[in-house]
Structures are given as C-alpha cells and as structure tokens.
C-alpha cells in the first residue's frame, strides 16, 4: 500500500510539472487582429502621463482605431514588461529606456521595424539607441536627459571660483572644497544608486577615449574592455575616491531628495554630477535653491584625451515600440501622435525638452526657458550621445557591470581587478 | 497496548487515558486528497519544476533551452555564492544570538505581574505590527549617514554605519532584533506563564534568590519553546529578503548579498533563470537541512515534556 501510493504521488507530481511547463512554454501565440483594432500601451507612470493622455484621448476620438493605455509604476515597470512580453499577455505598443533592453526582444522576433520615413521628425543623436541592427524599432516619446554637472553658486561665490571646464580645474575644486569642509561632489554610492557612479565611469572614458569605445563593447565585442583607456579610468576614479572628491560617506548615501540632492542644496556639497531630471527634483524639493542657487555646466574636458569634450551622455530619451501582437495600422497611426504640435508643447510645458525637430520653437514656453535651451543646444550640438551603458547594454550585461562599478568606488578592487572582473561578465 | 500500560500504577494511567484516548480507527486516505493535491500542485510540482530549470538555460522570453550541469558547474566555482551563504551563515547566527536573550528576558518579565506591564507590552509589540517594508525603509533614513542618527551619534554608530561589510551586517541584525523580538518574546511570555507556580514556592524556601530561580527553573522550563522560536529564526533568516532588499540592496557591493537575494538578482534583474533556479534548489536543501538537523539535534521530535517529575 505504502510503495504504491508513493509511485502514484510520483507519477501525479511528473504530471502536474509537466503540465505546468507546457503552459508557460506554448504561449507565445499572438493575437490576430483587425489592422485597424485595440492596442493595449503600456507606458511609465512619470509626469507625462497627462500628455500621454491627452495624445490618447485625441487618438481615439479621430476613429483610426482605439488605444488602451495602461501605466505601470517605475518599481518593477521593466520586469513586468519583461514577463509580459514572454507571455500572450504582450502589449502592442510601450515604453521603454531604449538600447540593450530592445535587443533581447528583437532577437526573440516580438519587435515590429517601424517605418524609416519617423525619422525625420526627430533629432538624429536621440534616434541611435531606438535602433538595433540599424533597424528602427523605437522612437523618442519623452524629453532628453543629457548628464551634466550641476553645482552650489553660493559656494561657488563664497570660495571664489569658477566651475571647472577641464579636468584640472575640476582636481582643483576637489582641493578646495575639501579644505572647506564641504564634500566636493555629492555622489549616491547605496547599492540602488550605483549607476549615478556609472555616469562618472562613462563621461571619463568618452573623454579619454571618445565614443567609440563604448560602440565598439555595445556592438558585442566585449574584450574591449581591456583598452587602456578602461583602466585609466578606473585608475582616474580611484584618485578621485582617494582625494575625498565624494567625502568618505558617499557608500551609503540615496540618490535624489533626502540624499544627493539634498546634499547640494542644503550647501553640503559643492557639486553633483546628474541627468537632468535633477532640476525637477530640487524644484519639487527646494524651489528657491533651484531657481537662484542651481548653476549647471557640461562635464568638462580632459586634458590629453581623444574623445571631444562636446560629446554628451545620459538617456537620450525614451521610447515606443510596437509588438507583433499589435494591430499594426492602429499603433502606426498612433506613433505620430509623438511629435504632433500638442504633444511637443505638453512636453514643454512639463519642463521636458523634446527630441523633435519642431521642438525649438516651443522652448521659450518652458517653465524655465535658459535651463531647456541649454539642454537643447548641449544634445544639438553634440557630436555623439552615448546612452547610459547599463540601458544599453541592457539588464543581463548591466546588473553586473552596475556591481563591478560599485565595487571599484568602494574600495573593494583595485583598478586592474575592476578591469579583469567587467571582462569575466560576458564569457 | 491494554498489557502494556496494566502494569503501571494507577495514577499514572489515568493521566494518559485523559490526555490521549485510544483511537481505534484510523481515518480514511480519502480525507487526506484535498491536502494532497494542494501540497502537490503549489509546493512539489514547482519545486520539481525549479529543479528542471537548473538544468536548463532560460531568458524568460524564448524557451528554455536544457544545458545540462552547466548552471551547476558555475554554481559551485561561484565565489559569490560561498559569499552569500558564508553572509547568509553570519547573519542567521547573529540574530539567534541577539534575539535569543533579549527576547526571553523581555518575555519572562512580560508575564509578571509589574506594575504597567500590560501597557508596556503593548508598546515593545508595535514594531510586529509594521510591514517589513515600513520599517526598512524607516531604518534607511534613521541610519543615514547625512541626516541621520549617524551624524549626530558619531560616536555610537560611526560615520557611515552601512559602508562596511561589518557594518551593514550588523545593522541588518539590529533592525531583524527590532522587528522580530516582540514574535519571540510572545512565545516565552506565554511559556513562561505556563510554568507551576508551585516550582517557585518551593525554590524560594529553599533560599533560592531571583537570579537562582531564573537560571534553575525559568531557562529550563522553557528549553521546548527556545527550540521553536530557534527554528523560527533560523527557517526565517535563511528566506529573509525584503529586509536586505530594503535596507542594503546587498551593499556595499555583494557584501550583504545573501542567497535569496542573489537568487532574486540573477533572476530579476540579470534574466538568468536558469541559473537563479539552481541558487534556489540550493537554498531549498540548506533550509530543509537545517530545520532536520536541529530537530535531531534538540530532540524536539521525540516530545519529551519538561513537566517530567511533577
């Protein structure tokens, strides 16, 4: 009786599995659908959404089909989207940070190319990471997010000097600042905030090497890790951590309101090297500080290095894509919508600053016209705009680099272990 | 099974019938299939499913595709998984070891009779009452290097409490023994209330002095109780995430990456499934270990009563 019942709880616990695996493997059949049907849009809750909406709204009442949007919290927004796009439960059209991300689901064939003819509507550096192949699967549906350095004028006052447009003058500071008291930059070290590490690691390197470096690593070929420019770098930040730059407890400060951001308001750091949703982080925070007290300037230049000191990286914005699962007329038409005069000005009027080619004319309408025209000439003017690494290298290869970085600003490797642990990632 | 106990005395067969009476039917197997099913459609069949998936290589978007002992084979060349569970072994011992005390004598002074007890009580139990989330994210900011107690106490925390691999470990402690001590200290509450008053009568004409009392017959009266809430601890500890999550994120580094965290990294964050699901099936076999081992160990599965000889 014994044994029998066991075999039998055996074979039932096989079938069950198995039954269970089958389900979650035969799912990935996609919906057919009328061309001019429902697609379900999944996008990011964030300030826009209004915007957003409102393009929705306007959409669907112009009977080119209908558009369902549905937004999803930041926590949680890209393993939710990831799970869904393994499923039947794929949305038409989405949101995205572009790059690494896009790659796994174009090699998964979930991506629809989109029509090369979008492309003119839109600024060619903030188009690169909506391609993958050359392939446009993506377009800008958000403002730009250049990295730059922002900084204390009153510090700046208070100690006499000038933020720094080269790399010697930024070491200078570093002295200065600390013979003060003040930490020179605020940094976010916590074990979530590693990538404002990041944005130091990518700026050095584009200045030392210029961008292809990283276009080279992007495009798969992983041992270019081991250019010298790389370890310089790490050798550069080493310096940097050693000489106080980041003070001795950026290890466990949060990015954003009640860590960095309230660091450099608060007159506690000097500088903060940040995207530029930071201006809308201290208005919310410190209103008075971000409109009197906030100066801003593009990172600076390093002395001897190949890469041009006009080159910018950050997000260049996000994206949209459309799925095989979508009823493609209905979210083509509805692609448009992104750079219709509506859409643009609401952008602009949120404080974002487009990626249009009609956006110029709508920046004297922002809340704070010289800060959107200094983010507008920074990305026009650009040679090239790296987008962050870890978004374009997407999650698989990203996490680890995140924690390599983290390591190396610790203390925890040195310069040559840091190199030798990022070229073990990808075997 | 009449033979057996008619040569005992009386009074002690008494005891027995009332406690527990001869059953002499033994319930159908029919009434254990709910169960059954259930067990094995939530419990074993994913756990068989995990263990397939350790042998395969999955990106949660094309299917699995079988590699093997791949996934194996870098999981015991992983540096960072003896990392963890040598992380994961630190921490577990340190909040036995925090926990255990605090929580028994909070526990034994609870079922006194003290004046404001009831009321007192009532307050150490409010950190139960709050979600682990809540009370990370409040310790988060308490333990800010910038604008929290760090920066007034240098003194007591140091200048950055969660820089260090020490550090952060022994602020996971601390937080764990501020959320779970008000559990454990209900447990010896109510053992300790259940001790005969009688023992203590006895022990106090005998000359005995508190401190005597407490180390003769509180702490082995309450040897039973000490083993469950020990294996709650070390059962909890061993799955503890969302505090690590939280607090750390397994900073600074992988200095605080326990095994469940790396297990959520790997599959959350970095889309290795495969992977993730051998960390998890190691993880299975530890935490089923160490609840068998310290079983055996403490005899807990005999049910010896520490009422014997009353």
Known sequence: MNSVSRRWFLTATAATTLSVTVAGCGSSGSSTSSPTGNVDFWTLQDPTNSVQKAAVDTFNSAGKGKVSMTVIATDGYKDKLRTAMGSAKMPGVFFSWGGGSLNDYVTAGKLVTLDTALES??????????????????????????????????????????????????????????????????????????????????????????????????????????????????????????????????????????????????????????????????????????????????FPSVEGGKGDAGNVVGNPTNYLSVTTSAAKQTATEFLKTTYSDSYVQGLVEKGEVPVTSNAAQYLTKAADPAYAKFQYDLVQKAPSFTQSWDQALGLTLGTPLLTEIQKLFNGQSSPEQFVSAVLAIKK | MVSATTSRPLRKQRVRDRAAPPTLERPGVAWAVPGLLFFLVFAVAPMVGVLYLSFTHWDGLNPPQFTGTANWSRFFGDSQVWQSTTVTGLLLIGNIVVQAPVSILLG????????????????????????????????????????????????????????????????????????????????????????????????????????????????????????????????????????????????????????????????FRTYDYGYASAIASFLLVLATAASVILTKLSGYDKMTSTMEGL
């Not at chain 2, 005969?196 to 702490?219: C, E, M, N």
């Open chain 1, 121 to 298: 509507h839109f600024l060619p550096s903030a188009l690169a990471a909506g391609k993958v192949g050359g392939k446009l699967v993506g377009i800008p549906c958000r403002g730009t997010q250049p990295v730059f350095l922002f900084y204390n004028k009153k510090l700046f006052a208070d100690a006499g000097v000038q933020p720094p447009t080269t790399y010697a003058e930024l070491q200078n500071l570093v002295k200065v600042f600390k013979g003060k008291g003040i930490t020179p930059f605020a940094l976010a070290g916590n074990a979530s905030s590693s990538w404002t590490e990041l944005m130091w690691v990518e700026y050095l390197v584009d200045r030392l090497a210029g961008p292809k470096l990283f276009d080279k690593i992007q495009g798969g070929d992983w041992s270019q890790w081991k250019d010298p420019a790389i370890l310089k770098t790490a050798q550069m930040i080493k310096e940097l951590v050693d000489g106080g730059a980041f003070g001795k407890k950026f290890g466990s400060v949060n990015y954003g309101a009640g860590g960095t951001s309230t660091l450099l308001n608060k007159g506690k750091a000097a500088m903060v090297l940040m995207g530029s949703w930071e201006y809308a982080t201290q208005l919310a925070e410190a209103p008075d500080f971000a409109k009197n007290g906030l100066g801003y300037v593009a």
């Open chain 2, 108 to 267: 034994v002074w609870a079922a006194g009779h003290q004046r404001n007890r009831a009321i007192l009580s009532a307050v150490f139990f409010l950190p139960l009452l709050l979600s682990t989330a809540a009370t990370a994210i409040m310790w988060r900011q308490l333990l800010d290097p910038n604008f929290g107690l760090p920066a007034k106490f240098e003194w007591l925390f140091g200048s950055n409490p969660m820089g260090t691999q020490q550090g952060a470990i022994a602020c996971l402690v601390l937080v764990t023994t501020w959320q779970f001590v008000p559990f454990h200290s209900l447990l010896y509450q109510g053992a300790a209330r259940s001790i005969p008053h009688t023992l203590y009568q006895a022990a106090s004409i005998d000359g005995a002095g508190r401190v005597r009392q407490f180390v003769h017959i509180t702490l082995p009266q309450l040897r039973n109780t000490m083993i469950t809430s020990t294996i709650f601890m070390v059962v909890g500890g061993l799955t503890a995430f969302d505090i690590v999550l939280l607090l750390t994120n397994g900073g600074p580094g992988t200095d605080t990456a326990i095994l469940p965290f790396s297990m959520y990294q790997t599959a």
